[in-house]
């Protein structure tokens, strides 16, 4: 029996929810983590998010929940990350599906728990799950507050854990800290970040990536994808609190409890009302990058790309690798041959 880990944003979460139940006590075996198939449109195209009829080579696990195998496949034109994940983490994934409403969702939340062990632990990375709805630098909280709702009416057991506060670039970690003061942080060891290690080596993550960096001792100023932001002591900690404690923050959470909205466009638009932020909107389009370098990755030298990811990084000594390959003309899943370029095996670029 497992706790069930629920991550709580989908797209590179999982990465950091197995670090977190490494943290917490899952043990060696395989973890236990629920996630949205809800990525980025570099990702996915179709922006998500995606269901069972999304995907062809879905098994049954836990409750006869749908999860993840290396033979997975996103149905075209769709995209998804997740059964690469289930091939490189020590983790068992299983898919919640949120298009059929919160409560639905919910009961998918209580049959996976109920077969588990029947206590549910929320990883959000980044901190962004307690918003208060109107932090300046917030621009994903739907997902979050769509967990959080579909957890409390479960009834089950449930903790949420925010990892490495500030590093989603959403939420200030002055003000995080400020939430989290009732909380006494661990750290992960660093054994619990090599457990994700393949999987972090070609993942376009940046907050979970940044979260394990911290914990091996990164420090600093880092460029990322939109924002940099400051490596800090209190980077590398995992907080836990109440479940109601994180509801009472998170002001679209309270009102999906209260209101209970009878499909996902309706729990969309109320988040919408109380925030100014669609959650089933597509991400705004990227501003261009520069051209892909002619012959792509296999004719770019080491020398060029560490002297324009100098020039980018505009003054940070580590820059994330979905940023250097963005800086660089490079799609994310060129990710790998990057690092083989500049012999970077950590999970952040330190700039020489």
């Not at 923050?249 to 638009?269: G, K, M, S, Y």
Request: charged content about 20%.
């Amino acid at each position: 029996m497992s706790d069930l880990y629920v991550a709580a944003g989908g797209g590179g979460d999982p990465l950091g929810a197995l670090i977190a139940a490494r943290t917490v006590g899952a043990g060696p075996e395989r973890a236990l983590v629920a996630t949205y198939a809800w990525e980025r449109p570099e990702v996915d195209p179709t922006h998500g998010p995606l269901g069972e009829e999304h995907f062809t080579g879905l098994v049954r696990e836990a409750g006869g929940a749908p999860a993840f195998t290396a033979a997975t496949r996103a149905r075209p034109p769709a995209g998804s990350t997740l059964p690469a994940l289930a091939r490189d983490l020590p983790a068992r994934l299983l898919l919640l599906d949120p298009s059929r409403g919160l409560h639905a969702l919910a009961g998918q939340l209580t049959a996976m728990a109920t077969a588990s062990g029947g206590r549910i632990r929320i990883v959000d990375i980044g901190g962004d799950i307690l918003t208060h709805g109107d932090e300046p630098g917030l621009c994903s909280p739907f997902g979050d507050a769509l967990t959080l709702a579909a957890c409390h009416l479960t009834g089950l057991p449930t903790t949420v854990h925010v990892a490495g506060p500030g590093l989603d670039g959403e939420i200030d970690e002055r003000s995080l800290l400020g939430r989290l003061t009732g909380s006494r942080p661990l750290t992960p060891a660093a054994a619990a970040v090599s457990a994700a290690a393949r999987a972090l080596a070609w993942h376009p993550s940046e907050a979970s990536a940044l979260w394990a960096a911290a914990v091996l001792g990164a420090r600093g100023r880092v460029r990322s994808v939109g924002h940099a932001l400051e490596l800090t002591e209190a980077s590398p900690g995992l907080y836990s609190l109440p479940l109601a404690e994180a509801v009472g923050h998170n002001p679209v959470a309270r009102a999906l409890i209260d209101e209970r909205p009878a499909t996902l466009q309706e729990a969309a638009d109320l988040s919408h009302r109380l925030t100014g932020i669609h959650g089933l909107a597509p991400e705004h389009a990227r501003t261009p990058g520069p051209d892909r370098p002619a012959g792509g990755i296999a004719l770019l030298d080491r020398e060029t790309a560490l002297k324009a990811l100098h020039e980018a990084a505009d003054g940070a000594g580590h820059v994330t690798l979905r940023f250097a390959a963005r800086a660089l003309g490079l799609a994310w899943t060129d990710i790998p041959a990057l690092r083989g370029l500049l012999g970077c095996d950590t999970p952040l670029l330190r700039l020489p």
